[in-house]
């Protein structure tokens, strides 16, 4: 598996780790903000909050100290983020191009006409020529 070097090869900063930790004491405090307002689970916002300042505190004044939790946290994230690609590709391949796939094939279609013609002396498609303009060439994209 890729570590976060290898992906990335700039070495972390303590601009990193305080951006690092800002987000998650900003995702703790929400999380704990739903907790108390929308479930009534006050015990699980108090933790949150806790949390959230525990991330803040040490985040703001020495980030370097957080090092080890934020590649511990990248590791984590770039695993999770392994498991997902896969996980959400084979869905879409078996979900939606297969089942696609089988009932163009039973219908007979061929969309991309790459059924074999005996008869046939190219398999080049003529298009149109239009007339030359140097403006088609200046914005393509």
């Not at 070097?5 to 903000?33: E, Q, S, Y």
């Amino acid at each position: 598996m890729a570590n976060h070097d290898a992906l990335n090869p700039h070495k972390i900063t303590a601009r990193d780790i305080r951006v690092w930790t800002l987000v998650m004491a900003a995702a703790l405090t929400v999380v704990g903000l739903a907790q108390y307002f929308f479930w009534g689970h006050v015990r699980a916002a108090t933790i949150l909050w806790i949390l959230a300042a525990a991330f803040l505190l040490p985040g703001l004044t020495i980030p370097m100290a957080l090092k080890p939790l934020y590649k511990l946290w990248i590791r984590f994230a770039l695993a999770l983020a392994w498991f997902n690609t896969r996980l959400i590709l084979s869905l879409t391949y078996f979900l939606i191009f297969t089942p696609i796939g089988l009932i163009l094939r039973l219908l007979g279609k061929d969309l991309i006409k790459e059924k074999w013609d005996p008869q046939a002396a190219t398999y080049w498609i003529d298009r149109p020529q239009a007339p030359f303009d140097p403006a088609r060439y200046e914005k393509q994209y």
